[in-house]
């Protein structure tokens, strides 16, 4: 996919975006919804720079809130939600995670957390450590192969150890099919 950049600006407001075609269009449609949202709801005004989608902030919706957007735009239930994610005042804890073989639930738990990350602090950044722990947990921790797991994740994650994990937006709109795919 070829690809393209986008600035807009209305006022004060401006968003600018770079990176595939299909993207950059999806972040022409939030802008728009930005602004014609009542301007009195927002939570803050709009990202200054939003640049290629691996590097990039959650662009917010007109909510105000990331994940709110994130999950409308995928058609993400709340019942979906409950069978993998525990709803508490801050947001999202990860209970369960998805996939057959250990190594698909070892990625997926990481790109899960994400989820959990954009509901509590509304980015997309993973805690190593916790990670692991949650891994550990849902008997999806393998020492030996850890690393070479999240390897395998190509441009669904990027980071690592230290500072963290960050699930980028592929990571995130693969991990919005998985949930999708949940049986209610």
Same mark, same amino acid.
């Given at each position: 996919?070829?690809?393209?950049? &986008? #600035? &807009?600006k209305?006022?004060? @407001?401006? @968003?600018?975006?770079r990176?595939?075609?299909?993207? @950059? $269009?999806?972040?022409?449609?939030?802008? !728009?919804?930005?602004? =014609?949202?009542?301007?009195?709801?927002?939570a803050?005004?709009?990202?200054? *720079?939003? $640049?290629?989608?691996?590097? $990039?902030?959650?662009?917010?919706?007109? $909510?105000?809130?990331?994940?709110d957007?994130?999950?409308?735009?995928?058609?993400?239930?709340?019942?979906?939600?409950?069978?993998?994610?525990?709803?508490? !005042?801050?947001?999202?804890?990860? =209970?369960d995670?998805?996939?057959?073989?250990?190594?698909?639930?070892?990625?997926?738990?990481?790109l &899960?957390?994400?989820v959990s990350a &954009?509901?509590?602090?509304?980015? #997309?950044?993973?805690?190593?450590?916790?990670?692991?722990?949650? +891994? !550990?947990?849902?008997? +999806?921790?393998?020492?030996?192969? *850890?690393?070479?797991?999240?390897?395998?994740?190509?441009n669904?994650? #990027?980071?690592? !150890?230290?500072?963290?994990?960050?699930?980028? #937006?592929?990571?995130?709109?693969? @991990?919005?099919?998985?949930?999708?795919?949940?049986? =209610?």
């Amino acid at each position: 996919m070829a690809d393209a950049e &986008l #600035t &807009l600006k209305v006022g004060d @407001v401006e @968003v600018r975006a770079r990176g595939a075609q299909e993207w @950059v $269009s999806e972040q022409r449609e939030f802008f !728009k919804e930005y602004l =014609i949202a009542d301007r009195s709801k927002r939570a803050e005004p709009a990202p200054d *720079h939003v $640049s290629n989608p691996g590097e $990039s902030r959650m662009v917010e919706g007109a $909510s105000g809130q990331p994940f709110d957007r994130w999950a409308k735009q995928h058609g993400i239930t709340e019942e979906q939600l409950d069978q993998l994610f525990f709803r508490d !005042k801050d947001g999202l804890k990860l =209970i369960d995670t998805l996939g057959d073989a250990e190594k698909d639930r070892t990625l997926n738990t990481y790109l &899960l957390m994400g989820v959990s990350a &954009l509901s509590r602090a509304g980015d #997309t950044i993973v805690d190593d450590g916790e990670a692991r722990e949650i +891994c !550990k947990r849902l008997g +999806c921790y393998d020492p030996k192969h *850890h690393m070479e797991r999240l390897a395998e994740a190509g441009n669904r994650l #990027t980071g690592g !150890k230290q500072p963290g994990w960050r699930v980028t #937006t592929p990571g995130m709109t693969a @991990v919005a099919t998985l949930i999708k795919q949940v049986q =209610i």
